[in-house]
């Protein structure tokens, strides 16, 4: 009586073995079928922010690359068109309204990282009116800026290379950098794009009203890596030195080729209090990595 008790238990969780691997089985499928269906819809329909982050994917490869201009062409038509509906945000924002301010009285900028991997990220950036990015550095980076509400008053500058420069005597703790803009912007706009030592890698950003920018950093900041952010103060040529004699390329003075309002002297600083930003979970439209959901599949089959 005892063994066949056994072997009817034996029998039973043989059975019931059987049976959950079949839902188990079951569910996966389901999972895998699911999964096919999101990135088929994906595929076929892409919001403007998932082509974005598709354009990414193919666009940016790692540190040590630019893009093509080519490339750099066909992701400016993507955020050229795009709006603050494509992030899921709105002008009634509370993080617009200039009452929202820091502990200190200053109006605060807010940041939401959308996507960030080795290669790049994409980051939204919210101001109140009156709120500042100081004059700050993107090492080594390509990034596209897109305004896509508010006006904006953006500063920049790319360094010179003083090798070219004869006659000009060395400034302690200053570098000489030339302005490349200097200027109001309003949305919409086109997509400003700076890159590792050209179109104002060093800029400044003053809300003149309440603002919202898309950034796309290729690739992102990175301590690890020895890119860190830096922060600069800029002093107009002419109010350090009293002559232009120098030379630019051994041909034309400064003063002959720009005027000194085009050049300044930056001295790099500490982080300073209107560079602190408050971080807050972005929840808006979603991008989904269809590449990584593919190999999620393919490795479950």
Avoid at 82 to 90: A, F, I, Y
Avoid at 94 to 112: E, K
Avoid at 231 to 252: A, H, M, Q, R
Wanted: hydrophobic share 35%.
């Amino acid at each position: 009586m005892k063994t066949e008790l056994n072997l009817m238990e034996r029998e039973r969780e043989t059975v019931v073995g059987h049976v959950r691997k079949l839902i188990r089985k079951k569910k996966l499928n389901n999972s895998n079928n699911n999964n096919k269906k999101k990135q088929t819809k994906m595929m076929k329909r892409p919001t403007m922010l998932q082509r974005l982050f598709m354009y990414c994917q193919k666009l940016f490869k790692g540190l040590g690359t630019v893009p093509s201009p080519d490339d750099v062409q066909n992701l400016c038509r993507i955020l050229d068109v795009m709006t603050p509906e494509d992030v899921g945000l709105s002008r009634d924002l509370q993080f617009f309204n200039s009452a929202f301010l820091s502990d200190r009285g200053i109006p605060r900028v807010t940041h939401t990282c959308i996507y960030e991997c080795k290669k790049f990220s994409l980051t939204l950036l919210i101001f109140p009116a009156g709120a500042v990015i100081p004059l700050h550095n993107h090492p080594e980076m390509t990034v596209f800026s897109k305004l896509l509400l508010g006006t904006m008053h953006i500063k920049s500058y790319d360094w010179v290379d003083t090798n070219n420069l004869v006659g000009m005597k060395p400034l302690s703790q200053l570098r000489l950098a030339r302005l490349k803009a200097d200027r109001s912007f309003t949305a919409p706009c086109d997509t400003s794009v700076l890159y590792p030592t050209s179109g104002g890698n060093i800029h400044a950003f003053t809300a003149l009203t309440p603002c919202l920018v898309l950034d796309v950093l290729g690739p992102p900041y990175s301590k690890d890596d020895g890119r860190d952010c830096s922060f600069y103060v800029d002093f107009p040529c002419k109010d350090i030195i009293s002559s232009n004699s120098f030379l630019l390329n051994g041909t034309k003075t400064m003063k002959e080729e720009e005027g000194d309002c085009r050049y300044g002297w930056l001295q790099e600083i500490e982080p300073p209090e209107d560079a602190e930003m408050d971080g807050i979970e972005y929840l808006g439209p979603p991008v989904v990595d269809v590449s990584a959901m593919l190999g999620s599949c393919n490795s479950n089959m």
